[in-house]
Nanobody
Framework: QVQLVESGGGLVQVGGSLRLSCVASGSLDGVNVMRWYRQAPGRQREWVAVIGADGRTNYAYSVRGRFTIARDNAKHTIYLQMNSLKREDTAVYYC??????????WGQGTQVTVSS
């Protein structure tokens, strides 16, 4: 089993920045790909960013150039640096881990609210 705990959410003004963290614990053997998703009120959960075990990254078009995903394998942690935040970035942000291409785990989410 793997546990994921997100932190770093909060209230920020348009144009501001936040950094989210997600700490993984438990049985972390195998190749792990980690992702950030978000879900705004009344909308489906959407993928935001991914980072592979080799450090390669990819981003949803809506956040490309503004968000950066990174991982610290020694700390079993991934980060999401969010800059130039917009109101439409308001959502609950979730961390997700895919282990060995088979098992999926989710965190409980952290709220990000961007106000004008």
């Amino acid at each position: 089993q793997v546990q994921l705990v997100e932190s770093g959410g909060g209230l920020v003004q348009v144009g501001g920045s936040l950094r989210l963290s997600c700490v993984a614990s438990g049985s972390l053997d195998g190749v792990n790909v980690m992702r950030w998703y978000r879900q705004a009120p009344g909308r489906q959960r959407e993928w935001v960013a991914v980072i592979g075990a080799d450090g390669r990254t990819n981003y949803a078009y809506s956040v490309r150039g503004r968000f950066t995903i990174a991982r610290d394998n020694a700390k079993h942690t991934i980060y999401l640096q969010m800059n130039s935040l917009k109101r439409e970035d308001t959502a609950v942000y979730y961390c997700q881990l895919t282990q060995s291409g088979i098992h999926e785990y989710w965190g409980q989410g952290t709220q990000v609210t961007v106000s004008s």
